[in-house]
């Protein structure tokens, strides 16, 4: 069924349409779980007030943190943890391999412990190409992070993910 | 965290300190802990997709590869700078217990919008040198003046 899969004018007409929005609650539990996990020892990301000391709102969450969901049973992938929200696409992909292909962040403010941040996430593009076992479906979603008490969006953020 | 870096002071062709790292397994687990990603991909030596990937081992978490170089361009950028934008594309796998050098290169100075901007092209390379996670970033860098 995988190499018989193409991408149809119906998956393209999912392209640009957002899913339910998802709450991202930024921790300081989370964020010093995440510096933990790729090996920082930077104290800007555990003490709160080191990092009031050097001008930021609270611990200040590292790069590549942003996208990191809050878990929720019943409504988060439970290998995965990304949110199964209402709504967006659905492209029933019949291959069971999965990596990653590519993530790109711009960030227009930094990202603190505190923060509360609305994600509005959608298809952006899909490509398919032959690997060496096979054909190769490239997804990629954008996804735009609201701070929910001042509106301002503070990052965007795209992410491709390799299905063969 | 290294002295700040100044907008003034840095030049094209410059290199970024780089970072070594040669994350376990254990490493692993904490990442997935840290970031909801617990596929069995990285970490369970008998998941069965291992095989049907034609890998005979886990592999290191792209995202953890992600973050070593945020890691990296967060500390060239230092407090006082703001990193506005960095991506990378996962080109090839990396092992755990293998070392994993990230590394970076000043492509470019500008100023623009009021911003002292830098463009830099970052990496993480295997210890064959092959760049696996290969990107760029643009960070704001304050001025002395």
């Known amino acids: 069924m995988a190499d018989e899969f193409e991408i149809t004018d119906e998956m393209r007409a999912q392209f640009g349409v957002d899913g339910t929005p998802w709450t991202y609650e930024v921790t300081t539990t989370s964020v010093r779980m995440y510096a933990r996990g790729i090996g920082s020892d930077d104290p800007i990301h555990y003490d709160v007030d080191f990092a009031k000391s050097q001008g930021f709102r609270s611990i200040v969450a590292p790069l590549g943190y942003i996208g990191t969901p809050v878990f929720l049973p019943g409504k988060n992938d439970p290998t995965f943890g990304f949110p199964r929200r209402e709504g967006g696409p659905r492209l029933n992909i019949p291959f069971k391999g999965l990596l990653d292909g590519g993530t790109e962040t711009e960030y227009l403010d930094v990202i603190c412990a505190g923060d509360v941040l609305e994600e509005t996430s959608h298809l952006a593009d899909l490509k398919l190409r032959d690997g060496p076992r096979g054909k190769m479906l490239f997804v990629t979603n954008e996804a735009v992070y609201t701070d929910k008490a001042t509106g301002k969006v503070v990052a965007k953020q795209k992410l491709t993910s390799i299905h063969m | ?145």
């Open chain 2, 1 to 145: 965290m290294a002295d700040q870096m100044y907008f003034e002071d840095v030049k094209e062709g410059q290199e970024l300190a780089p970072i070594k790292i040669s994350p376990d397994k254990s490493q692993l687990v904490k990442f997935a802990a840290g970031s909801g990603d617990f596929n069995p991909l990285h970490f369970d030596e008998k998941f069965p997709m291992l095989k049907a990937m034609g890998l005979s081992d886990n592999i290191v978490h792209g995202r953890f590869k992600y973050a070593q170089v945020g890691r990296l361009v967060f500390a060239f950028a230092g407090y006082k700078g703001r990193v506005k934008k960095f991506g990378v594309n996962y080109r090839g796998m990396d092992m755990p217990n293998k070392e994993i050098t990230v590394g970076g290169v000043v492509t470019a100075k500008r100023q623009e919008g009021g911003e002292n901007l830098v463009d830099l092209d970052v990496w993480a390379q295997d210890v064959d040198g092959k760049k696996t996670t290969p990107g760029t970033a643009t960070v704001a860098l304050p001025s002395k003046g």
